[in-house]
C-alpha cells in the first residue's frame, strides 16, 4: 500500500531523512516513533504529496507521488500536527468544504458528512464555529476531516497531542477502529500510544530508520536477556551480595530504602534461574513480598536507540 | 475549475463573516462619501456664483460641467483610497493560511495550485468590486438631479475595476511570498505607492527611460479612465500586469512547495 524507497530529504544542507525504505500493507496499522526533529512530520509529509522529496521514490496506493500526485492525494486523508481547520467556520461548513474540494458533491457528500460527524462523535458541535470547539473537538474535527473522503489510506501525525487522557483514550479507539478497514500511518513521540494502538512500529532517528518490528518482539526479544524484579524484606548488602553469587545472575541493582527493598536482576535466558533466585532469598530466612518479570520497556529501547549509546540492531 | 469555484466559495464567506470586509467597506464608503459631498458642495457653490455674476451682468449663463468637475475627481480620489484599502483585503490571502497550516489541507487535496491562485484572486476582486459599487449610490444621486454624461461614470468604473484587479493580484503575490500579515499588507501598499508615483521621476531621467517609468505608472493609466477614455493600451496594461502577477504568484506557492 505505501512504498517507500531510499527516501531522502535535504533542507538546504540539513538531511532531514536519509535514505529510509519501508513497506507497509494494506490493512496495517504502523507507528512512526521517534524524537522530536527525527523526520517523522518530514516523512509523512514527502507521502501525501505536500512536498516532493530530494531523492528516493514513494509510491501511495500503487500511484507514485511525484508522477501521479492527484491520483494519491484522492486516496489519502492527512492530519497534519496541527488540524488545518478555518476557525471562522462551522464544522459543518468545513468539513463540507474539504469534501468539496477532495471530489465529493450533493447527496454522496451530505451521505459522508453524516457518516464522518457520527464517526468521530463530533455531530453535537455540527453548527458549532470551530474557534469556539475545544482542543479535544479540533483534534476530532481534524481527524473528520481527513477520513470525509473515504480513503485508502489515513496518515496521522501526531493525532493525540495535546489532548486530556480521556481523550487520549477516545482517539486511539477510534484509530484502532479506523484500522479495521484502513491503512494507518501515525506518528507519535509517545510510546504507550504505539503499543495501545499498531501492529507495527518503525523507530526513526535523525533521519534514519533505526529498528522496525512489532511492539511485542521489540520489547521482548531484543536484548536476549530477562529481567526480574523482586522485593525482598532483609538487610540490604547480604542480599545483594547473596543474589549476585547466583549462576546466570548478570546484573543486580537496588532501589528504595527501609529494610524492604527492590532489587532488578538482569538473567540469561537460559537457563531459567529464578527458582534459585527465590530459594537463595527464602534459605537466607528474608522474606520474599514479590517477584515480577519485567521485560526491558519501550521507552528503555527507544532510549537506547535513539541516544548515541544505543545498541545498533 | 470548480475546485477554484469551491475556493472562492470559501474565501469570500470568511471575508464576510469576519469584521475584514465590513470595516473596509464602511471606511471606504465614509471616506470616499466625504470626497462626494465636498466636490458637489464646492460645485453647487461655484455654480451659484456664476448665476449670480451672470444675472448682474445681463450674461448667458456659463455651461458648468458636472463629469468634469464632480465625477472626474470624485474617481481619481477614489482610485487613491482604493490603495489604502485594497492590501487590507489582500493581505490574509495566502499568509493566513500558511500561518494557521491550512495550506497543508488545501495542498494534499487533489486540487491544483491554479485553482487555489485563480479562486483567491476572485474571492478578493469581489470584495473590492462590492466596495466600489457602492459608490454608485452617490453618482445615482447626480442623475436624479441633473444630467451628467453616462459614458466616464462607466469608464471611470472599469478603470477602476481593472486597476482592482492589478492591486490584487499584486497583493496576492506578496502576501503568498510571507507568513506575515502586517508585512504582506505593507509590502502591496508600498509596491503600489511606487508604481502610482514613480510617474513624476520621468521627467527627471533620459527620454528613454522616461518613457518606460512613464508606461509604469498607474496613475498615468486610470486618468484616461476619469475622463471617460477607454483606450485599449491602457486595458492592457492591467491586465497584463494582474496576469503576469498571478503567475508570479502560482511559482511563489509552487516553489513554497518545493522549499518546504
Known amino acids: ?67 501521479n500526485p492527484m491520483s494519491v492525494k484522492k486516496r489519502v486523508g492527512y492530519l497534519p500536527e496541527h488540524p488545518p481547520l478555518y476557525p471562522e467556520m462551522t464544522v459543518e461548513s468545513y468539513l463540507s468544504f474539504v469534501g468539496k474540494i477532495k471530489g ?106 533505526v529498528a522496525e518490528d512489532t511492539p511485542e518482539n521489540l520489547t521482548s526479544g531484543l536484548q536476549g536477556q530477562e529481567r526480574i524484579e523482586i522485593e525482598v524484606d532483609g538487610p540490604s548488602k547480604k542480599v545483594l551480595a547473596a543474589l549476585s553469587k547466583i549462576k546466570g545472575v548478570l546484573k543486580v541493582s537496588e532501589d528504595g530504602d527501609g529494610s524492604i527493598k527492590r532489587y532488578k536482576i538482569e538473567l540469561e535466558k537460559e537457563p531459567d534461574v529464578r527458582k534459585a533466585v527465590a530459594a537463595s532469598v527464602v534459605n537466607n ?20 536507540l535513539t541516544t548515541d549509546e544505543g545498541v545498533e540492531v | ?24 467597506i464602511a471606511l ?23 448665476m449670480m455674476q451672470a444675472q448682474q451682468f445681463q450674461m448667458q449663463v456659463p455651461a458648468m460641467n458636472i463629469n468634469q468637475m464632480v465625477i472626474r475627481s470624485l474617481f481619481l480620489n477614489m482610485s487613491i483610497i482604493t490603495l489604502f484599502m485594497l492590501p487590507m483585503i489582500t493581505m490574509k490571502l495566502f499568509s493566513e493560511e500558511k500561518r494557521s497550516g491550512t495550506i497543508e489541507l488545501l495542498f494534499t487535496s487533489p486540487i491544483t495550485n491554479w485553482e487555489i491562485v485563480i479562486g483567491k484572486f476572485f474571492a478578493a476582486l469581489t470584495v473590492y468590486i462590492a466596495m466600489i459599487l457602492g459608490t454608485v449610490s452617490y453618482v445615482s444621486v447626480l442623475f436624479i438631479y441633473g444630467n451628467p454624461e453616462l459614458m466616464p461614470v462607466i469608464s471611470g468604473y ?79 496594461f492591467y491586465l497584463s500586469f494582474a496576469f503576469f502577477s498571478l503567475f508570479l504568484t502560482y511559482q511563489a506557492v509552487e516553489s513554497a512547495k518545493w522549499r518546504g
Open chain 1, 285 to 304: 530466612g528474608w522474606g520474599l513480598l514479590e517477584m515480577k518479570s519485567s521485560g526491558l520497556s519501550l521507552e528503555e529501547i527507544f532510549l537506547q
Open chain 1, 104 to 209: 465529493l458533491s450533493g447527496k454522496i457528500l451530505k451521505m459522508k458528512l453524516d457518516k464522518v460527524l457520527e464517526r468521530t462523535s463530533t455531530a453535537e458541535v455540527r453548527s458549532n464555529l470551530i474557534a469556539n470547539l475545544s482542543k479535544g473537538f479540533k483534534q476530532r474535527v481534524g481527524l473528520a476531516q481527513a477520513l470525509i473522503h473515504d480513503p485508502e489510506v489515513l496518515v496521522l501525525d501526531e493525532p493525540t497531542v495535546g489532548l486530556d487522557p480521556k481523550q487520549i483514550i477516545e482517539v486511539r479507539e477510534l484509530i484502532k477502529e479506523l484500522g479495521e478497514d484502513h491503512t494507518i500511518i501515525l506518528s507519535t513521540h509517545i510510546l504507550p500510544e504505539v503499543s495501545a494502538t499498531c501492529g507495527r512500529v518503525i523507530i526513526i532517528n535523525k533521519g534514519k530508520i
Open chain 1, 1 to 67: 500500500m505505501i512504498d517507500v524507497k531510499n527516501l531522502s530529504k535535504n533542507y538546504g544542507s540539513f538531511e532531514a531523512v536519509k535514505d529510509v525504505s519501508f513497506f507497509i500493507d494494506k490493512g496495517e496499522v504502523v507507528g512512526f516513533l521517534g524524537p522530536n526533529a527525527a523526520g517523522k512530520t518530514t516523512t509523512m509529509r514527502i507521502l501525501t504529496c505536500y512536498m516532493p522529496a530530494t531523492q528516493g521514490s514513494v509510491s501511495v496506493a500503487g500511484f507514485d507521488v511525484f508522477d
Open chain 2, 158 to 236: 472599469l478603470g477602476l475595476i481593472l486597476m482592482g484587479a492589478m492591486t490584487v493580484a499584486i497583493g496576492g503575490l506578496i502576501s503568498a511570498l510571507t507568513e506575515n500579515q502586517i508585512i504582506a499588507a505593507v509590502g502591496c501598499f508600498g509596491t503600489m505607492m511606487i508604481l502610482w508615483f514613480v510617474g513624476f521621476a520621468s521627467g527627471f531621467v533620459g527620454p528613454e527611460l522616461g518613457a518606460i517609468i512613464k508606461y509604469l505608472s498607474v496613475m498615468e493609466h486610470f486618468t484616461d479612465f476619469a475622463k471617460g477614455v477607454i483606450d485599449s493600451s491602457h486595458m492592457v
Open chain 2, 1 to 24: 475549475m470548480r475546485n477554484s469555484y469551491h475556493i472562492y466559495m470559501r474565501e469570500l464567506r470568511s471575508y464576510f463573516v469576519s469584521p475584514i470586509a465590513y470595516v473596509v
Open chain 2, 28 to 50: 471606504f464608503l465614509a471616506i470616499s462619501g466625504i470626497f462626494f459631498y465636498l466636490l458637489l458642495q464646492s460645485f453647487i457653490q461655484m455654480s451659484f456664483r456664476m
